[in-house]
């Protein structure tokens, strides 16, 4: 974190290790179960319950870690330890993590992710647990028969071999690039495009903020009932039109910007903003998203709202709310986490809607880099990104 300022501006790096962005991807999944949860509990008025408060983000996240690992030679992750009265079936660290996986409760993971596409990768496991829906799971490390023991390992071993071999099929390792490829796109591109407004500009003004919709008299969508598509024409249609109106009310004083759709069975379709302004005639930030609130509401005929993250500001971990110096290495940071939230959970799971709509888009940023700028000759590539993984994974952070 003792980064010289004057280099800070270059390290909006993209990262180059998919080792990297699932870190980050891990760490964006996390992070909307916990904002979901605090957001829905600051609007009491718009009858929300806590919105999709889980640890599902955990398993899905653990699932393509193991998709690496079970690759590797290793020793067998399951054995059973024969005494003179009793066995036990053993699990290796490898096979706790697979016990681990064996054990989720696929059916409510996606029953808390509707409308939403999961990858190649968490589709092999689901679909093999389900070709186990006896598990012996209640066998391991107690007390059990020698003929219990050996047949637990047999029965744990055989999904071992399974998952290796469908998780080794040329089909499966392309759907699964294929899966990525958007994620990872936006992810680079967002870090080329805030890189460059970053070498240009040393403070700008930053605005947070979440456009909600509830129609009167909605219910939130209920475990076991099916998600639908209705009401999404006219939320995008909405959408546009408070987006031209942003254009309009800041003109080439609006820097920069990034959104991302969202549902959640909870909360439903709502978008995820951050908005980079010219700091002059733009200090008072709070306001601003005020006033950007109430042409929502307005837009949408009293059912919308919005969710003001620069109210917030003072409780930010890193400084990317208000204004901000882009030659400050927290405000990278927490830049970093930003456009990972909003673009890397893609990477496990995403929203699945009809391809007319976007689910993501930035714009107004420079297209290129300064003709004369160039990054410090000793930074290794990626460098920033990896220290920050390496602290928000001791740390747990909040991105913003």
Same mark, same amino acid.
């Given at each position: 974190?003792?980064?010289?300022?004057?280099?800070?501006?270059?390290?909006?790096?993209? $990262?180059?290790?998919?080792?990297?962005?699932?870190?980050?991807?891990?760490?964006?999944?996390?992070?909307?179960?916990?904002?979901?949860?605090?957001?829905? &509990?600051?609007? $009491?008025?718009?009858? @929300?319950?806590?919105?999709?408060?889980?640890?599902?983000?955990?398993?899905?996240?653990?699932?393509?870690?193991?998709? %690496?690992?079970?690759?590797?030679? +290793? &020793? $067998?992750?399951?054995?059973?330890?024969?005494?003179?009265? +009793?066995? !036990?079936?053993?699990?290796?660290?490898?096979?706790?993590?697979?016990?681990?996986?064996?054990?989720?409760?696929?059916?409510?993971?996606?029953?808390?992710?509707?409308?939403?596409?999961?990858?190649?990768?968490?589709?092999?496991?689901?679909?093999?647990?389900?070709?186990?829906?006896?598990?012996?799971?209640?066998?391991?490390?107690?007390?059990? *028969?020698?003929?219990?023991?050996?047949?637990?390992?047999?029965?744990?071993?055989?999904?071992?071999?399974?998952?290796?071999?469908?998780?080794?099929?040329?089909?499966?390792?392309?759907?699964?690039?294929?899966?990525?490829?958007? /994620? #990872?796109?936006?992810?680079?591109? @967002?870090?080329?495009?805030?890189?460059?407004?970053?070498?240009?500009?040393?403070?700008?003004?930053?605005?947070?903020?979440?456009?909600?919709?509830?129609?009167?008299?909605?219910? =939130?969508? %209920?475990?076991?009932?099916?998600?639908?598509?209705?009401?999404?024409?006219?939320?995008?249609?909405?959408?546009?039109?408070?987006?031209?109106?942003?254009?309009?009310?800041?003109?080439?004083?609006?820097?920069?910007?990034?959104?991302?759709?969202?549902?959640?069975?909870?909360?439903?379709?709502?978008?995820?903003?951050?908005?980079?302004?010219?700091?002059?005639?733009?200090?008072?930030?709070?306001?601003?998203?005020?006033?950007?609130?109430?042409?929502?509401?307005?837009?949408?005929?009293?059912?919308?709202?919005?969710?003001?993250?620069?109210?917030?500001?003072?409780?930010?971990?890193? =400084?990317?709310?208000?204004?901000?110096?882009?030659?400050? =290495?927290?405000?990278?940071?927490?830049?970093?986490?930003?456009? *990972?939230?909003?673009?890397?959970?893609?990477?496990?799971?995403?929203?699945?809607?009809?391809?007319?709509?976007?689910?993501? *888009?930035?714009?107004? !940023? $420079?297209?290129?880099?300064?003709?004369?700028?160039?990054?410090?000759?000793?930074?290794? /590539?990626?460098?920033?990104?990896?220290?920050?993984?390496?602290?928000?994974?001791?740390?747990? #952070?909040?991105?913003?």
């Amino acid at each position: 974190m003792n980064q010289p300022k004057h280099e800070a501006r270059d390290q909006i790096t993209r $990262p180059s290790e998919d080792a990297d962005l699932n870190s980050m991807a891990r760490l964006a999944l996390r992070q909307r179960a916990i904002e979901w949860t605090s957001k829905n &509990d600051e609007h $009491p008025e718009q009858g @929300l319950q806590v919105g999709r408060a889980n640890v599902h983000d955990r398993i899905i996240s653990l699932l393509h870690e193991l998709a %690496k690992e079970v690759m590797r030679p +290793s &020793d $067998p992750p399951f054995f059973a330890e024969h005494g003179k009265t +009793s066995s !036990f079936v053993r699990c290796t660290p490898l096979g706790q993590q697979l016990l681990d996986a064996a054990c989720a409760d696929f059916y409510q993971i996606e029953a808390d992710y509707p409308l939403h596409d999961f990858s190649p990768v968490y589709k092999v496991f689901a679909r093999l647990r389900r070709l186990m829906p006896g598990f012996p799971s209640s066998y391991f490390n107690r007390s059990v *028969s020698v003929h219990d023991a050996n047949q637990t390992v047999v029965q744990a071993l055989w999904f071992v071999k399974a998952l290796r071999r469908a998780l080794g099929r040329e089909s499966v390792k392309t759907a699964n690039e294929n899966f990525r490829r958007g /994620a #990872m796109d936006n992810f680079k591109g @967002l870090s080329d495009s805030v890189g460059w407004l970053a070498q240009r500009r040393k403070d700008v003004i930053g605005l947070r903020f979440d456009l909600y919709e509830r129609a009167a008299g909605s219910e =939130p969508v %209920k475990l076991g009932d099916t998600a639908s598509l209705d009401g999404l024409d006219e939320f995008m249609a909405c959408r546009e039109r408070f987006h031209r109106s942003l254009h309009r009310r800041f003109g080439k004083k609006l820097l920069g910007y990034f959104w991302a759709l969202e549902y959640g069975r909870e909360s439903k379709y709502h978008v995820h903003y951050f908005v980079m302004l010219d700091p002059r005639g733009n200090e008072d930030h709070v306001g601003l998203v005020e006033m950007l609130g109430e042409k929502w509401v307005s837009l949408t005929e009293g059912r919308g709202y919005i969710y003001n993250g620069n109210a917030h500001a003072d409780h930010q971990t890193y =400084p990317v709310l208000g204004r901000v110096n882009l030659d400050d =290495p927290q405000t990278i940071t927490g830049l970093q986490f930003l456009m *990972s939230y909003l673009t890397l959970a893609g990477l496990f799971v995403k929203l699945d809607v009809n391809k007319r709509f976007r689910t993501f *888009s930035k714009g107004r !940023f $420079p297209k290129g880099p300064p003709r004369k700028a160039g990054r410090p000759a000793d930074r290794v /590539a990626g460098s920033r990104l990896k220290i920050t993984v390496a602290e928000a994974r001791a740390n747990f #952070m909040k991105f913003i």
